[in-house]
């Protein structure tokens, strides 16, 4: 009798866990610079027009380092909207840790739990903001660039993680980790649980007349990123993130309506 109850709990938790799985779908959102031509009021009705319930801003719409008060009554009409606030940048950092400190103080006024940043790989600077995060309690959140950038490779973005609080991780840029030649799906296993934020953008190599290698900013799902393999992962991993909207080409970012309802497209019908 004992043995038929473990059986039957045991084959009630896996029924469970495969239903939990099966209703996952990552989070969505939108990275501000895909709106940078629009002034705030003009980017909120975009993400309401799209249905996009959580919002990273760049410091044009939402400024960490300006006016407080501005920016309590910009996270209002956001929250009157029904849409989270909920991280910024790429912020700016300075080699001051009391300069650093303001983008701490503005995430926690705004009930920001990680903050999107790039610094420069410098012990003193990472030693200072190491500091901040444990103080705080507030995650960082490293961006990759291009594979020339100072952190254009995960090799570099290890070079800072090895050493440091687990609260400081990756805002994986998807496009970007893809125009350097790697692979999505693998690099967010390979991040340990890390990757606290992702930039959702495609990138594409293609060969120019004169045989040059030129990198493309397309449509998300029409490039060389391995989003099949990084949506299952994410499922595996019920990665509680946003993936965030973005695009670095400026004609889409002209009119970027048909770019955005085409990545929560992509990601609707393959996040299954």
Same mark, same amino acid.
């Given at each position: 009798?004992?043995?038929? @109850?473990?059986?039957?709990?045991?084959?009630?938790?896996? /029924?469970?866990?495969?239903?939990?799985?099966?209703?996952?779908? $990552?989070?969505?959102?939108?990275?501000?610079?895909?709106?940078?031509?629009?002034?705030?009021?003009?980017?909120?009705?975009?993400?309401?027009?799209?249905?996009?319930?959580?919002?990273?801003?760049?410091?044009?719409? %939402?400024?960490?380092?300006?006016?407080?008060?501005?920016? =309590?009554?910009?996270?209002?009409?956001?929250?009157? =909207?029904?849409?989270?606030?909920?991280?910024?940048?790429? +912020?700016?950092?300075? $080699?001051?840790?009391?300069?650093?400190?303001?983008?701490?103080?503005?995430? =926690?006024?705004?009930?920001?739990?990680? %903050?999107?940043?790039? $610094?420069?790989?410098?012990?003193?600077?990472?030693?200072?903001?190491?500091?901040?995060? =444990?103080?705080?309690?507030?995650?960082?959140? %490293?961006?990759?660039?291009?594979?020339?950038?100072?952190?254009?490779?995960?090799?570099?973005?290890?070079?800072?993680?090895?050493?440091?609080?687990?609260?400081?991780?990756?805002?994986?840029?998807?496009?970007? @980790?893809?125009?350097?030649?790697?692979?999505?799906?693998?690099?967010?296993? +390979?991040?340990?649980?890390? /990757?606290?934020?992702?930039?959702?953008?495609?990138?594409?190599?293609?060969?120019?007349?004169?045989?040059?290698? /030129? %990198?493309?900013?397309?449509?998300?799902?029409?490039?060389?990123?391995?989003?099949?393999?990084?949506?299952?992962?994410?499922?595996?991993?019920?990665?509680?993130?946003?993936?965030?909207?973005?695009?670095?080409?400026?004609?889409?970012?002209?009119? $970027?309506?048909?770019?955005?309802?085409?990545?929560?497209?992509?990601?609707?019908?393959? +996040?299954?």
């Amino acid at each position: 009798m004992k043995t038929k @109850l473990l059986l039957a709990l045991a084959l009630a938790s896996l /029924v469970f866990t495969s239903a939990q799985a099966a209703d996952y779908a $990552p989070k969505v959102g939108l990275q501000s610079w895909t709106c940078r031509n629009m002034k705030f009021d003009e980017v909120v009705a975009f993400a309401e027009k799209h249905g996009l319930k959580h919002l990273q801003a760049i410091g044009n719409h %939402i400024n960490p380092m300006g006016s407080l008060d501005e920016a =309590k009554q910009k996270k209002a009409i956001l929250d009157a =909207k029904g849409i989270s606030f909920y991280t910024f940048g790429v +912020a700016g950092t300075s $080699p001051d840790k009391e300069v650093n400190r303001k983008l701490f103080v503005f995430a =926690k006024a705004m009930g920001i739990k990680v %903050i999107i940043v790039e $610094p420069k790989n410098d012990k003193a600077l990472w030693d200072g903001l190491e500091e901040l995060v =444990k103080e705080y309690d507030i995650k960082l959140a %490293i961006h990759n660039h291009g594979k020339d950038s100072v952190y254009g490779t995960p090799e570099k973005v290890w070079s800072v993680l090895k050493d440091r609080d687990a609260r400081i991780g990756v805002c994986m840029d998807v496009g970007h @980790l893809t125009g350097a030649g790697f692979d999505a799906g693998k690099e967010f296993v +390979a991040y340990k649980g890390r /990757v606290y934020d992702i930039h959702l953008k495609d990138k594409k190599t293609e060969k120019t007349a004169d045989g040059k290698s /030129v %990198i493309l900013d397309v449509m998300v799902g029409t490039g060389d990123a391995n989003y099949k393999g990084l949506l299952a992962e994410l499922k595996k991993a019920k990665w509680p993130g946003v993936m965030a909207i973005e695009t670095d080409n400026a004609t889409f970012a002209k009119e $970027p309506s048909e770019f955005v309802a085409g990545a929560i497209k992509f990601v609707k019908t393959n +996040a299954k």
